[in-house]
């Protein structure tokens, strides 16, 4: 039921889903072995007693690219993380940089893509800070990054599938600016007229409160490797390439897109007020400004 929306992405008959299991080497193949183009884009953000880090990020990204090499798939698309390390501190990196060597190892036409922190409809950045269930933090809201535009990701994705010459490359996909969780949170409450308060927690003492949570609760919560990622910083590899060798020369910005996705979060009382930048170019044409050169 969850999928059944995106039928209507195509024409009658050309979206199909297939049921697979990602332990289940036969049923990855069956889902391959037809394709001219494969993207993985499963990922876990936190672990759970049925999958752990490694069991998705390494194992199973292992059994999709010994599929795709077995049916001589022409083109393979493995969708990363920004900071994807070994020699991480986070188990979410670590297991998403030995994930990259493991498939480019099996199949060295891979092309992989390490997209920042993304921003979209149903994202779990902007609809996280806006919501009022997140309150709790470790670092002050101080991790920096450059967060990316679902739809400019998207994009580059569909021009890969086109370029041949991406085979074998890594990407880099991120946004024009670099903000720390504290200035994104200040641009979502002006935004939505709102102020969500955060409580800052040590780390000794999140991780084994997120622990607990983790295992007694079967919703998401937070995980010990989240308030772990709280405290780095995005890396950007130089070697990797960017929006601009595939042709995308500015990617969207933050700040003009946050009216657009955050809108639902007002008041009834503010909800028809024009965005916040709007607003702000408003109140300056409210001021003459005088230079004077004496």
Same mark, same amino acid.
């Given at each position: 039921?969850?999928?059944?929306?995106?039928?209507?992405?195509?024409?009658?008959?050309?979206?199909?889903?297939?049921?697979?299991?990602?332990?289940?080497?036969?049923?990855?193949?069956?889902?391959?072995?037809?394709?001219?183009?494969?993207?993985?884009?499963?990922?876990?953000?936190?672990?759970?007693?049925?999958?752990?880090?490694?069991?998705?990020?390494?194992?199973?990204?292992?059994?999709?690219?010994?599929?795709?090499?077995?049916?001589?798939?022409d083109r393979y698309i493995h969708?990363?993380?920004?900071?994807?390390?070994?020699?991480?501190?986070?188990?979410?990196?670590?297991?998403?940089?030995?994930?990259?060597?493991?498939?480019?190892?099996?199949?060295?036409?891979?092309?992989?893509?390490?997209?920042?922190?993304?921003?979209?409809?149903?994202?779990?950045?902007?609809?996280? #800070?806006?919501?009022?269930?997140?309150?709790?933090?470790?670092?002050?809201?101080?991790?920096?990054?450059?967060?990316?535009?679902?739809?400019?990701?998207?994009?580059?994705?569909?021009?890969?599938?086109?370029?041949?010459?991406?085979?074998?490359?890594?990407?880099?996909?991120?946004?024009?600016?670099?903000?720390?969780?504290?200035?994104?949170?200040? #641009?979502?409450?002006?935004?939505?007229?709102?102020?969500?308060?955060?409580?800052?927690?040590?780390?000794?003492?999140?991780?084994?409160?997120?622990?607990?949570?983790?295992?007694?609760?079967?919703?998401?919560?937070?995980?010990?490797?989240?308030?772990?990622?709280?405290?780095?910083?995005?890396?950007?590899?130089? @070697?990797?390439?960017?929006?601009?060798?595939?042709?995308?020369?500015?990617?969207?910005? #933050?700040? @003009? #897109?946050?009216?657009?996705?955050?809108?639902?979060?007002?008041?009834?009382?503010?909800?028809?007020?024009?965005?916040?930048?709007?607003?702000? @170019?408003?109140?300056? @044409?409210?001021?003459?400004?005088?230079?004077d050169d004496q």
């Amino acid at each position: 039921m969850q999928k059944r929306h995106l039928k209507v992405a195509g024409d009658l008959g050309k979206v199909v889903f297939m049921e697979f299991d990602l332990r289940n080497t036969q049923s990855i193949e069956e889902s391959v072995r037809h394709s001219d183009c494969v993207y993985n884009l499963i990922g876990r953000e936190y672990p759970t007693k049925n999958f752990t880090y490694e069991d998705v990020h390494v194992e199973g990204a292992e059994r999709i690219a010994e599929a795709v090499a077995k049916y001589d798939v022409d083109r393979y698309i493995h969708v990363s993380s920004y900071n994807a390390d070994k020699d991480s501190p986070s188990e979410f990196f670590k297991t998403k940089g030995i994930g990259e060597e493991a498939v480019r190892k099996i199949f060295p036409e891979t092309t992989i893509v390490r997209p920042a922190p993304m921003f979209g409809f149903e994202d779990r950045l902007l609809h996280k #800070l806006a919501g009022v269930t997140n309150l709790f933090t470790s670092n002050h809201l101080q991790q920096r990054f450059w967060p990316v535009h679902a739809i400019d990701v998207g994009q580059a994705l569909e021009l890969m599938l086109q370029d041949d010459n991406t085979a074998s490359e890594t990407y880099e996909l991120y946004g024009p600016t670099n903000y720390s969780m504290a200035e994104i949170t200040q #641009l979502v409450d002006k935004e939505i007229f709102k102020h969500r308060r955060h409580l800052n927690v040590p780390r000794r003492i999140m991780k084994p409160i997120a622990a607990l949570l983790n295992r007694a609760l079967w919703w998401p919560t937070i995980s010990p490797d989240e308030v772990e990622r709280e405290f780095i910083d995005q890396k950007i590899d130089p @070697k990797a390439k960017t929006f601009k060798d595939l042709g995308i020369a500015e990617p969207a910005e #933050l700040a @003009k #897109l946050t009216f657009h996705y955050l809108q639902s979060y007002r008041s009834s009382a503010y909800y028809d007020l024009p965005p916040a930048t709007e607003r702000e @170019k408003r109140e300056e @044409k409210k001021y003459l400004h005088v230079l004077d050169d004496q």
